[in-house]
């Protein structure tokens, strides 16, 4: 049954962004290498929600990354560590999203997102996840944290969110 939810809520939220989405040519989806058509969403509004209704947002900091880098370092094992303890036994489903700067093609950041996003996990993982429990999404360098440019606001950029199931 909790399988059947944890679908029916990745195609709810599949869905749900898709409908977001106009019609372009094809783009590079982040996520195993598939093209979907369509744009990017829009860019959302500092702070605002990514993920759909039934997923909570804000209940951990993100994890911050380096330039063009997508290892998560020693500094931001406190927050992986927190989330990990936070719900190990909780049986919730754990939704990564990564994101980039606004440097970059569209394809090039949605595969850096995607890996940030996969190394989050990963460490996630190391830290006593169950692995089905810990999904992963790609938004490359939209939806920016902080939609100025220059340093200051694309290292707030440079992140992976969490977002857990209710």
């Excluded at 093209?35 to 702070?47: H, M, Q």
């Excluded at 990354?65 to 370092?73: A, C, L, P």
């Excluded at 094992?77 to 754990?94: C, E």
């Amino acid at each position: 049954m909790k399988r059947i939810l944890s679908l029916a809520l990745t195609t709810f939220l599949a869905l749900s962004l898709s409908s977001c989405m106009k019609k372009k040519g094809d783009q590079y989806a982040g996520i195993d290498g598939d093209y979907v058509s369509g744009t990017p969403l829009s860019e959302r509004a500092d702070g605002a929600n990514f993920f759909g209704a039934n997923v909570q947002r804000g209940h951990f900091p993100p994890v911050y990354f380096g330039f063009d880098s997508y290892e998560v370092s020693s500094s931001e094992q406190g927050t992986i560590d927190q989330v990990a303890s936070a719900l190990r036994s909780s049986g919730k489903t754990l939704i990564v999203a990564g994101f980039t700067d606004e440097r970059g093609t569209e394809e090039y950041n949605r595969g850096l997102g995607e890996r940030r996003a996969l190394a989050v996990r990963e460490a996630l993982i190391n830290a006593g996840l169950n692995a089905s429990k810990v999904q992963t999404v790609s938004f490359g360098k939209e939806m920016p944290a902080d939609s100025g440019s220059g340093e200051v606001a694309w290292a707030k950029n440079r992140r992976a969110e969490f977002g857990v199931t209710q």
